[in-house]
């Protein structure tokens, strides 16, 4: 079971110019969960640390830190979308069948909270982080359909959200048909606010799966739901495009096993260089041949490895092999 836990510590340089606001954001500890897959797609639940090797904008980077869970608890943040076009389809009845699926789903530990996002794009808490399922599935009877959606906004503040969790796997599951009509951000805002999130999105675009990818040239509306894979695939999470029962079951039990089979590999960055977005990559000995994993962090330079500590760890991988 993961019980590390660490101290974020947020480094906000504020600029405003011409009514421009510029925001630098700079984490004390990079934290990466991620998910390693075999061809076949089914979680690799047996790598060591000298397995992986964590890379920053192509640099092997020294970790001090690696664990693994075969079962862990998760606390899942939930985020409705409530707005007037969730009201059409049958769209509101698949959001809430998808979370009472979720809920229904509960192990020892896992703690979920719910919120819906208004027309004025915040994230209003229906229910805060409990350990009941009941109170969620009450609090969805009381949701109605209504007004434009502002899901860029709301989407925004969930991250800090989901620090009430109590688990060190953690999910944002955000449930929307993927039309923005009144957020404040823009697309490009939204996806430089969520470049330091280590906390993986669940996108459930509910749509018809046809309607997404046979459409010849993606409308606006269509391209929502497209920026919602881009969101969700930066921060180590997926796209899920369905809205009918069996679609979303098989969704649930996919997202699922895969954030209960995980490992986390961290660093602390030095405090030297610019704070800027750095991408980041895994490398893996053995039979994994995709991975899971969010794409970058924005925060000074990582510590490198030395060319020494390279050759040791390459000696320590082939006396175990």
Known sequence: MIRRT????LCLCATVASAQYEEQVS?????VPFTALSSNGAPVTDLKAKDV???VDGQPVATDMFEVSFNAPVSWTILLDGSGSMGLAGKID???AAINALIARKRPGDDFALYVFDSEGHANEMVPVTDNPGAIARALDVVKPWGKTAFFDALAEMPARTELGRNGSRAIILLSDGIDNNSKLTREQIQKRLEAVAIPIYAFGLREPAEYKNVPAISEEMSNID??????NATGGKLFVGNQPEQIAKAMDGMESTLRAQYLIGFPPTGKGTVKYRRISLKFAGRVRSVRARAGYRGTEPPVLSASSRGSKRNERKKGS
């Open 6 to 9: 660490f101290l974020a510590v």
């Open 27 to 31: 984490v004390s500890y990079v934290m």
């Open 53 to 55: 090797s964590l890379l």
């Open 94 to 96: 698949a959001a809430k």
């Open 227 to 232: 920026l919602l894979g881009e969101l969700a």
